[in-house]
């Protein structure tokens, strides 16, 4: 394979900026082309890179979960992403949240202080045929780009609609409505929730069910992600539904009851200020003036103010067991390599995942070498074999979950497994890096 230098990556989202990091800062020569702010995707407000639309948050920071575990693992393989969160973070509990404005700034701050990266706003609407290429265009790639990716797969797309969360004005909270809690803890928590009694749920489930939603336009068939769905999708399987989902009592106490409510709205904060609060697994595709109306209808929220209200985009994917190689090249354009949510995985940590495995193995094709894949027992291995391994007809996006790992080798108790997992994948993946030592990988500068 003949390649020109610098290497290519379109999309400056986390899975291409974790990419270009992992090259630049090993000496190698990268163009990253964002088309930002000249062009925006209909999710995105922020001309920084790295921007975070769904939420602020990056979930579990325990390694006994498996995102906890990815998480560990990025660190470990020098990620940028996990530096940027790991300083910009907000109080959330066990989870790591961060403040997304500090976070892209901190990340656009790092890459362009890169002599050897180039950071070219512009829509890249072809994938030049002369360079080594990495796509992370995200779950929003432009219609000319998608144009031309399906022409070299021949495969086409499938695709699913994501939703995302409202935020708002924390001055617009009934503070005197609402309670500082974090589940089964019993000092002040990390989240403010918003109690219902039953007749209030009740009523709330009744106007949430039947208010009016943004219709969709009906050449396109809706395919949701499970663990992303439109509150009101949930709310509609059953009255008891969402009291199992994003609006679960269970480990929470109002101090002005004494009690478990029967219901619960969490609210986690989106900045270091407190000025802004997101509503915690409320994604949804009610029109604006529905939200306004349904949404202040619970405690506390009665005179919210959103400052995003939530929406529902599409989100495109390629079918990677069809198309894609265990170096995440396409098996049919050596060259061509693809990175993040468009390359079939979903969540911030696990793009990001990805963006470090496309680097590091742009880095090895560019030397005309195939790097060693990452091992399965990984969190991140495990990944690519899913992007691998899946049956075509069957794939889906998946969160990282200990469920898409080779099973233990001996029985372990439910309770011990996440740390049994960890406790393997951490050691392998300490092998594998000291392989990658030994096929010349130099270290991060």
Same mark, same amino acid.
């Given at each position: 394979?003949?390649?020109?230098?610098?290497?290519?990556?379109?999309?400056?989202?986390?899975?291409?900026?974790?990419?270009?990091?992992?090259?630049?800062?090993?000496?190698?020569?990268?163009?990253?082309?964002?088309?930002?702010?000249?062009?925006?995707?209909?999710?995105?407000?922020?001309?920084?890179?790295?921007?975070?639309?769904?939420?602020?948050?990056?979930?579990?920071?325990?390694?006994?979960?498996?995102?906890?575990?990815?998480?560990?693992?990025?660190?470990?393989?020098?990620?940028?992403?996990?530096?940027?969160?790991?300083?910009?973070?907000?109080?959330?509990?066990?989870?790591?949240?961060?403040?997304?404005?500090?976070?892209?700034?901190?990340?656009?701050?790092?890459?362009?202080?890169?002599? +050897?990266?180039?950071?070219?706003?512009?829509?890249?609407?072809?994938?030049?045929?002369?360079?080594?290429?990495?796509?992370?265009?995200?779950?929003?790639?432009?219609?000319?780009?998608?144009?031309?990716?399906?022409?070299?797969?021949?495969?086409?797309?499938?695709?699913?609609?994501?939703?995302?969360?409202?935020?708002?004005?924390?001055?617009?909270?009934?503070?005197?409505?609402?309670?500082?809690?974090?589940?089964?803890?019993?000092?002040?928590?990390?989240?403010?929730?918003?109690?219902?009694?039953?007749?209030?749920?009740?009523?709330?489930?009744?106007?949430?069910?039947?208010?009016?939603?943004?219709?969709?336009?009906?050449?396109?068939?809706?395919?949701?992600?499970?663990?992303?769905?439109?509150?009101?999708?949930?709310?509609?399987?059953?009255?008891?539904?969402?009291?199992?989902?994003?609006?679960?009592?269970?480990?929470?106490?109002?101090?002005?009851?004494?009690?478990?409510?029967?219901?619960?709205?969490?609210?986690?904060?989106?900045?270091?200020?407190?000025?802004?609060?997101?509503?915690?697994?409320?994604?949804?595709?009610?029109?604006?003036?529905?939200?306004?109306?349904?949404?202040?209808?619970?405690?506390?929220?009665?005179?919210?103010?959103?400052?995003?209200?939530?929406?529902?985009?599409?989100?495109?994917?390629? +079918?990677?067991?069809?198309?894609?190689?265990?170096?995440?090249?396409?098996?049919?354009?050596?060259?061509?390599?693809?990175?993040?949510?468009?390359?079939?995985?979903?969540?911030?940590?696990?793009?990001?995942?990805?963006?470090?495995?496309?680097?590091?193995?742009?880095?090895?094709?560019?030397?005309?070498?195939?790097?060693?894949?990452?091992?399965?027992?990984?969190?991140?291995?495990?990944?690519?074999?899913?992007?691998?391994?899946?049956?075509?007809?069957?794939?889906?996006?998946?969160?990282?979950?200990?469920?898409?790992?080779?099973?233990?080798?001996?029985?372990?108790?439910?309770?011990?497994?996440?740390?049994?997992?960890?406790?393997?994948?951490?050691?392998?993946?300490?092998?594998?890096?000291?392989?990658?030592?030994?096929?010349?990988?130099?270290?991060?500068?």
């Amino acid at each position: 394979m003949t390649i020109k230098s610098p290497i290519i990556i379109i999309g400056g989202g986390l899975a291409g900026c974790e990419a270009a990091w992992q090259l630049a800062a090993r000496n190698v020569a990268v163009e990253l082309y964002e088309m930002k702010p000249a062009r925006f995707s209909p999710a995105h407000k922020s001309p920084l890179l790295a921007e975070l639309v769904c939420s602020n948050s990056l979930r579990s920071n325990n390694i006994e979960n498996a995102v906890g575990l990815l998480k560990e693992e990025m660190r470990r393989l020098g990620s940028l992403v996990m530096e940027a969160a790991d300083a910009t973070a907000v109080p959330a509990g066990k989870a790591l949240a961060v403040d997304r404005d500090k976070f892209s700034a901190y990340i656009e701050k790092k890459l362009s202080s890169r002599e +050897n990266l180039r950071i070219i706003r512009h829509e890249l609407k072809n994938i030049p045929d002369d360079r080594l290429v990495i796509v992370a265009t995200g779950p929003l790639t432009s219609d000319a780009l998608a144009q031309i990716i399906s022409g070299m797969t021949g495969s086409g797309y499938l695709y699913f609609y994501d939703a995302i969360s409202p935020i708002i004005d924390g001055a617009s909270i009934n503070d005197a409505k609402v309670f500082r809690a974090s589940r089964y803890q019993s000092e002040a928590g990390d989240y403010l929730n918003c109690p219902m009694d039953e007749s209030e749920y009740r009523e709330f489930w009744k106007a949430l069910t039947e208010a009016k939603e943004v219709p969709l336009k009906t050449f396109e068939e809706i395919k949701c992600f499970e663990g992303c769905l439109p509150v009101e999708t949930i709310a509609k399987r059953g009255v008891q539904t969402l009291l199992f989902g994003p609006m679960k009592p269970v480990g929470l106490k109002d101090p002005q009851s004494g009690r478990q409510p029967f219901a619960v709205v969490q609210l986690r904060q989106e900045d270091l200020n407190q000025s802004y609060f997101n509503m915690v697994g409320f994604q949804t595709k009610l029109t604006w003036p529905e939200q306004q109306r349904v949404f202040r209808m619970i405690p506390g929220l009665e005179r919210a103010e959103f400052t995003r209200y939530g929406s529902m985009h599409r989100n495109t994917f390629i +079918n990677a067991p069809r198309i894609l190689k265990k170096t995440l090249q396409l098996k049919s354009f050596d060259r061509v390599l693809f990175a993040g949510q468009i390359a079939g995985v979903e969540g911030y940590v696990e793009s990001s995942s990805l963006g470090i495995i496309a680097g590091l193995n742009a880095l090895f094709l560019s030397r005309g070498a195939i790097m060693t894949e990452p091992p399965e027992t990984t969190a991140v291995g495990a990944l690519v074999r899913h992007l691998t391994d899946t049956k075509p007809d069957r794939f889906q996006p998946m969160n990282v979950n200990f469920g898409l790992f080779p099973t233990l080798e001996k029985r372990i108790h439910k309770r011990f497994r996440g740390e049994k997992y960890a406790e393997r994948a951490l050691n392998d993946l300490s092998l594998w890096q000291q392989t990658l030592v030994n096929d010349g990988v130099p270290k991060i500068e």
